[in-house]
């Protein structure tokens, strides 16, 4: 398995980055000490809560990390393009270098991208051919993880029994409800957020259309693509198991047919 790093040197996406990485902090340092710890060493809850929730956790921070260092699609200096698709490749005018059809060339990271999405802050990355995959991971498991939490805040101050050894002389006993709102709050706002992002997402990829093509062309109404939704995912994610869709903890290999210069993410 070959990991390539990729790193985008623009520092309003470091900041954005950071932002969503304070965001996943905040929920998986505080909720397991106000809510999950306390009450799982009453009994209220059992372990298996407190697992998920890390896994979850776990899975959320993987797919945001990988999606913003993992080589999105950059085409080579120099690409080996076979005779029979030469028709299929131009030149961008902006780098000079040939490249795919539906490739795009994307002014914050300098360089092309093939079937670039879009450029996103929030990841400091652009999401394309190669890393798409993660991206859809990271909207599916921060929408997770936002409402485990909502949940959790939601049953700590309505539902769960009043704890028996509330430390209130801790800093968490001491500011438990303001904590729990700013939870509150960056679950709501995550899960609004990711949400439609996710839709958006889904249904460019199910109609084969990329946000910058949409946003080209308004192609606002979503046309269905004529080929089954299960092949299309699966060229997405590298793999027709679909229990494998899910997992962040590995690399993606392209289904075959497209031109592919690269070991893949
Ligand atoms: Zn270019
Ligand atoms: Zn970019």
């Given at each position: 398995?070959?990991?390539?790093?990729?790193?985008?040197?623009?520092?309003?996406?470091?900041?954005?980055?950071?932002?969503?990485?304070?965001?996943?902090?905040?929920?998986?340092?505080?909720?397991?000490?106000?809510?999950?710890?306390?009450?799982?060493?009453?009994?209220?809850?059992?372990?298996?809560?407190?697992?998920?929730?890390?896994?979850?956790?776990?899975?959320?921070?993987t797919?945001?990390?990988?999606?913003?260092?993992?080589?999105?699609?950059?085409?080579?200096?120099?690409?080996?393009?076979?005779?029979?698709?030469?028709?299929?490749?131009?030149?961008?005018?902006?780098?000079?270098?040939?490249?795919?059809?539906r490739?795009?060339?994307?002014?914050?990271?300098?360089?092309?991208?093939?079937?670039?999405?879009?450029?996103?802050?929030?990841?400091?990355?652009?999401?394309?051919?190669?890393?798409?995959?993660?991206?859809?991971?990271?909207?599916?498991?921060?929408?997770?993880?936002?409402?485990?939490?909502?949940?959790?805040?939601?049953?700590?101050?309505?539902?769960?029994?009043?704890?028996?050894?509330?430390?209130?002389?801790?800093?968490?006993?001491?500011?438990?409800?303001?904590l729990?709102?700013?939870?509150?709050?960056?679950?709501?706002?995550?899960?609004?957020?990711?949400?439609?992002?996710?839709?958006?997402?889904?249904?460019?990829?199910?109609?084969?259309?990329?946000?910058?093509?949409?946003?080209?062309?308004?192609?606002?109404?979503?046309v269905?693509?004529?080929?089954?939704?299960q092949?299309?995912?699966?060229?997405?994610?590298?793999?027709?198991?679909?229990?494998?869709?899910?997992?962040?903890?590995?690399?993606?290999?392209?289904?075959?047919?497209?031109?592919?210069?690269?070991?893949?993410?």
């Amino acid at each position: 398995m070959k990991f390539r790093l990729h790193f985008v040197v623009d520092p309003m996406g470091w900041f954005c980055v950071s932002a969503v990485f304070s965001v996943w902090l905040y929920n998986t340092v505080f909720i397991p000490m106000l809510v999950l710890f306390p009450h799982y060493r009453e009994g209220h809850i059992p372990w298996a809560l407190v697992v998920c929730y890390f896994l979850a956790s776990l899975f959320c921070v993987t797919a945001l990390l990988r999606s913003s260092t993992a080589d999105p699609g950059r085409l080579p200096q120099d690409p080996h393009i076979p005779h029979s698709e030469r028709e299929h490749w131009e030149l961008c005018n902006k780098c000079n270098l040939m490249r795919p059809k539906r490739s795009h060339h994307c002014s914050r990271c300098g360089h092309c991208v093939r079937r670039m999405d879009h450029h996103c802050p929030w990841i400091n990355n652009c999401v394309g051919e190669d890393n798409h995959w993660l991206f859809l991971q990271l909207c599916f498991y921060t929408q997770v993880l936002s409402l485990f939490t909502l949940a959790l805040d939601f049953c700590q101050y309505y539902y769960f029994q009043p704890l028996a050894n509330l430390r209130q002389e801790e800093f968490t006993g001491h500011h438990e409800l303001a904590l729990l709102r700013v939870s509150s709050f960056m679950g709501l706002v995550m899960f609004g957020g990711m949400g439609s992002l996710f839709y958006t997402q889904l249904t460019g990829i199910l109609s084969d259309t990329t946000t910058i093509e949409k946003m080209a062309y308004f192609k606002n109404e979503v046309v269905p693509s004529r080929r089954p939704w299960q092949q299309t995912l699966a060229e997405v994610f590298g793999t027709r198991w679909k229990l494998l869709w899910f997992l962040p903890f590995r690399s993606r290999r392209p289904l075959g047919g497209a031109f592919h210069p690269h070991v893949h993410v």
